[in-house]
Structures are given as structure tokens and as C-alpha cells.
């Protein structure tokens, strides 16, 4: 198994960061989240988790080992392959996957595309005692993710430059998702917003 991966950033793609390892490029599909951390021609560190099927090697990268082994335990309930696990991990944390399984938050779960109620209804009972507690400093319910400073704009704003935009893309983006991002009940999370910043980017190209 391939328990991390680490080199420079040689490429950003919506879902796929390509780091150079000893003269390879290795292509390791991300969450929003954790690509949003990382740029072109910097150095990186991502935990991996390897998924070996008949046609196909597809290495997962994560921001860190929690991250990585709840993706991993998530694939141990029935329905779950690594696109659905790595989905659910693009909406929330570990540990607010965590709150929401421990105090049986269906709508938690079906924010997630491709989970309606009756799946978040099997899913809290098969992952009841499967993911642990929550183990970062902020325990207690939780919204979809983690939240970010006042500073989304800019955050969004480098994320979107890293993956290879322009300023004036960049600057588009974060215009159209701001109307979501100043609606939003808590502080807007930079993950949700990197995602419908890409979707919209999509549709005017």
C-alpha cells in the first residue's frame, strides 16, 4: 500500500493533483478541500489510500491519516465505494461525519449527492460504531465542513489561482458565489464554495 505520497505539485486539476515523486508523476484524486491547499510548484505531503480494482489503480490523497482512515471505514458499509466515500469527505470533516453518525443527523448525511434519506437511515446504523468520537479541538454539531475565517474571499480566491485560473477567472468566481456565501446561516466554507466557484466557471467556458 502507498501510505503517503510526497514531492512537488506538478499539476492541479478539479479533482486530481499530480505530484512529482522521484521523476513521476503520480495522479491522486482529491477532495475540493485538500486541493484547495495545495499549489502548483510547491511542496506537498498527501496521505493515500491505494484502491486496486480489475481494470483500474486509483490512489486517493488526503490532508492528513484521519482523514484517509475515515475514508477507509466509511468503505466498510455496504453501498460505499471510494467515489461515494471521497464524496461524503468533499461535504464534511471526519469529524463532523462523526458528530452526525453519533447523533443520527440524517440531513447531515443526504447534503451528500448520492445519498437519499433511506441510505443516511443504513448508513447511521452500520457506521454507529465504526468512526469513533470526534477527536479535534471543536466538539459538538457541526455544520456541512469546517468552518473558515472571514476571509473566504481570498481563500477562494488563491484556491482557484492555484488550480490554474486566472485572476480575472478567479475574480468572476468568487463574484458569482458570493450572493451563496453572504446567505449562508454560519461562516460559508471554503470547500462548498470552491466547488460551485468550479461549476460556474464550467458553465461559461
Same mark, same amino acid.
Given at each position: @500500500?502507498?501510505a503517503?505520497?510526497?514531492g512537488s505539485?506538478? #499539476?492541479l486539476?478539479?479533482t486530481?493533483?499530480?505530484?512529482e515523486v522521484g +521523476?513521476v508523476?503520480m ?6 478541500n485538500t486541493l484547495?491547499e495545495?499549489r502548483v +510548484?510547491?511542496e =506537498? ?6 484502491v486496486?480494482? *480489475?481494470?483500474?489503480?486509483?490512489l ?5 491519516d ?10 466498510? =458499509? ?6 461515494l466515500?471521497q464524496? @461524503?469527505?468533499a461535504v ?5 461525519l462523526r458528530? =452526525?453518525v453519533?447523533? +443520527?443527523?440524517e ?5 451528500? &449527492?448520492g445519498?437519499? $434519506?433511506?441510505?443516511a437511515? $443504513?448508513l447511521l446504523l *452500520?457506521?454507529?460504531?465504526?468512526? +469513533?468520537? &470526534?477527536?479535534?479541538?471543536?466538539i459538538?454539531?457541526?455544520g ?5 475565517s ?8 488563491? #484556491?482557484?489561482i ?6 480575472? *477567472?478567479?475574480d ?7 450572493p451563496?456565501?453572504e446567505a449562508a *446561516?454560519?461562516? &460559508?466554507?471554503v470547500?462548498?464554495l470552491l466547488?460551485a466557484a468550479?461549476q ?6
Open positions: @500500500m502507498i503517503f505520497v510526497s505539485v506538478a #499539476a486539476a478539479p486530481t493533483a499530480v505530484i +521523476g508523476g495522479a491522486v484524486q482529491c477532495t475540493p484547495s495545495l +510548484g510547491k =506537498a505531503k498527501l496521505a493515500t489510500s491505494l486496486v480494482r *480489475e481494470d483500474s489503480l486509483t486517493y490523497g488526503f490532508a492528513d484521519d482523514e484517509r482512515r475515515v475514508f477507509e471505514l466509511l468503505q466498510t =458499509a455496504s453501498g460505499v465505494g471510494p467515489r466515500a464524496a @461524503m469527505l464534511h470533516t471526519p469529524d463532523a458528530v =452526525a453519533a447523533t +443520527g443527523d440531513k447531515a448525511l443526504t447534503a451528500v &449527492p445519498i437519499g $434519506k433511506k441510505g437511515q $443504513k *452500520e457506521l454507529k460504531d465504526r468512526l +469513533g468520537e &470526534p477527536v479535534g479541538a471543536h459538538g454539531r457541526q456541512i465542513g469546517s468552518a473558515v472571514a476571509s473566504w474571499r481570498d481563500q477562494l480566491h488563491a #484556491a482557484l492555484g488550480l490554474g485560473y486566472a485572476t480575472r *477567472e478567479a468572476e468566481a468568487v463574484a458569482a458565489v458570493a451563496q456565501a *446561516e454560519s461562516t &460559508p466554507h470547500g462548498q466547488k468550479l460556474s466557471l464550467n458553465r461559461t467556458r
